[in-house]
């Protein structure tokens, strides 16, 4: 009986050890776990400050971006009556020279077919013999 009771008092060691064992190491894991958890918290507050300055970069580029595009739309508007004002000079000056160029080829092919009678015309008019 003596033997039993050594195997029982050995066996119940051996389980007390295990308990021991098994304890230690779901502290161990707990504590990791916590100290994930606590990284996981930190990045997570870090991540939302980052967001928010983000946001509030965020805003300020579209404020900035309405100022520049209301001031880009009233410059349009106020060059556009020079623009326009452009646009009839250069049509004006365009035609202008149509006309001069259509007028000097007339006199040109007027020229051209009175030919001799036109150095007479000119040698009478300057009198020359």
């Known amino acids: 009986m003596e033997e039993n009771e050594k195997l029982l008092l050995k066996m119940l060691e051996q389980v007390r050890d295990d308990i021991a ?11 990791r776990l916590h100290e994930r958890m606590d990284e996981v918290v930190d990045r997570v507050g870090r991540i939302e400050g980052d967001v928010r300055i983000l946001g509030q970069v965020d805003g300020q580029v579209r404020a900035e971006v309405q100022t520049l595009t209301a001031k ?36 040109g ?17 300057l009198r020359i013999p």
Do not use: C
């Open 21 to 31: 064992t098994e304890r230690e190491t779901e502290r161990a894991s707990r504590a």
């Open 72 to 107: 880009v739309n009233q410059n349009q508007e106020d060059a556009q009556p020079t623009i326009d004002e452009w646009k009839r000079i250069r049509a004006f000056g365009i035609g202008l020279g149509g006309i001069l160029a259509l007028g000097g080829l007339s006199i």
């Open 109 to 125: 092919a007027m020229a051209v077919y009175a030919g001799e009678t036109l150095v007479s015309a000119i040698r009478h008019w």
